[in-house]
């Protein structure tokens, strides 16, 4: 890894999903009374790594965070519209994508991503085991914890065009690279960085959990 500082990086945090499973907006839920919202630890994990951090929702329900917000161009299409909206609209060449409710974002885990050389269209930690199951036949690719590139554009459009949804579908167009499972473990090594609180009953796991979570 060189020492030179990396290429500046944006970042967007997908809030605009509706919240089904959970019943209520995921991004402003709380893991302690008093604590930050869900989407204010994205926050503070993504501005480690990116100067343009901004949001992707369809209303101004965060408007009090003060960040640049986004529509997300196609809202049926799931993540895959969600990455392609902010990708769009990112200021920068490549884009960090997470998802608001993620809680336990390590923030040395984004900077080691965000210092790879930036010749990949994606860039995604690929695990053996891993929470967003898009699986393919020699890893799991954390889809919602990755980078991708403008030039991945093309491909993305095409597949929602033809209404294929699933986020790995366009890989084979595109050039990807895997961030290794070791370096991933090293630097989180219980793997939480990747842990959805989507459900009220996982939103109560993140609650047991966070005494615990790495920072």
């Keep these: 890894?060189?020492?030179?500082?990396?290429?500046?990086?944006?970042a967007a945090i997908l809030a605009g999903g509706q919240s089904t499973r959970m019943g209520t907006d995921k991004a402003r839920l709380r893991l302690s009374p008093d604590g930050p919202m869900l989407i204010e630890l994205?926050?503070?994990?993504?501005?480690?790594?990116?100067?343009d951090v901004f949001l992707v929702a369809n209303d101004d329900r965060l408007a009090a965070l003060g960040l640049r917000t986004v529509p997300d161009l196609h809202p049926v299409a799931g993540a895959l519209g969600g990455i392609y909206s902010a990708v769009a609209n990112a200021r920068h060449d490549h884009c960090l994508v997470v998802a608001c409710d993620m809680p336990f974002l390590v923030a040395p885990l984004l900077r080691a991503l965000a210092a790879e050389p930036r010749?990949?269209?994606?860039?995604?930690?690929?695990?053996?085991?891993?929470?967003?199951?898009?699986?393919?036949s020699d890893g799991v690719y954390e889809t919602l914890h990755a980078i991708y590139g403008r030039a991945a554009l093309p491909a993305i459009r095409a597949q929602l065009a033809g209404g294929r949804?699933?986020?790995?579908?366009?890989?084979?167009?595109?050039?990807?690279?895997?961030?290794?499972?070791e370096t991933v473990r090293r630097l989180d090594p219980a793997l939480?960085?990747?842990?959805n609180a989507n459900t009220p009953e996982r939103l109560a796991e993140a609650r047991r959990l966070a005494g615990m979570a790495p920072r």
């Design 1 to 10: 890894m060189s020492d030179t500082a990396p290429p500046p990086l944006s």
């Design 42 to 51: 994205a926050l503070a994990a993504t501005h480690a790594v990116a100067d």
């Design 119 to 136: 010749d990949y269209d994606v860039l995604a930690p690929r695990l053996t085991v891993g929470e967003n199951r898009q699986g393919s």
């Design 165 to 181: 949804y699933r986020v790995i579908g366009f890989f084979p167009q595109v050039r990807v690279r895997a961030f290794p499972e």
């Design 192 to 195: 939480r960085s990747f842990f």
